[in-house]
Nanobody, 124 residues
Framework: QVQLVESGGGLVQAGGSLRLSCAAS????????MAWFRQAPGKEREFVAV????????LYANSVKGRFTVSRDNALNTLYLQMNSLKPEDTAVYYC?????????????????WGQGTQVTVSS
């Protein structure tokens, strides 16, 4: 079992930055795949980024590439999403997700564990 708790969301002006955190507990943090998704009102859950914990390989959605960066602190079992140059269209609830298979996947149904989500609102 894996428990995920996100934090760090908030209201920011366009062009600003936020850093989201996802604290993981339970099963081994280092032997999994962890990802960030987001969901705007009335829209489907959208892939943002994914990282393989063992090697650190990371994949980003085209919409955030060059602006968002995933990092982690293994000692704290925490995954981060640094979001720079934020745009109003980045407004959504952001979710951290995990699966116990070390492989890239951008489909939300492939993830077994989810956090509660954290709201990010970008004003224009």
């Amino acid at each position: 079992q894996v428990q995920l708790v996100e934090s760090g969301g908030g209201l920011v002006q366009a062009g600003g930055s936020l850093r989201l955190s996802c604290a993981a507990s339970g099963r081994t943090f280092s032997s999994s795949t962890m990802a960030w998704f987001r969901q705007a009102p009335g829209k489907e859950r959208e892939f943002v980024a994914v990282q393989i914990m063992s090697g650190g390989d990371t994949l980003y959605a085209n919409s955030v590439k060059g602006r968002f960066t995933v990092s982690r602190d293994n000692a704290l079992n925490t995954l981060y999403l640094q979001m720079n140059s934020l745009k109003p269209e980045d407004t959504a609830v952001y979710y951290c997700a995990a699966r116990l298979i070390a492989a890239f996947n951008s489909r939300p149904e492939k993830y077994d564990y989810w956090g509660q989500g954290t709201q990010v609102t970008v004003s224009s």
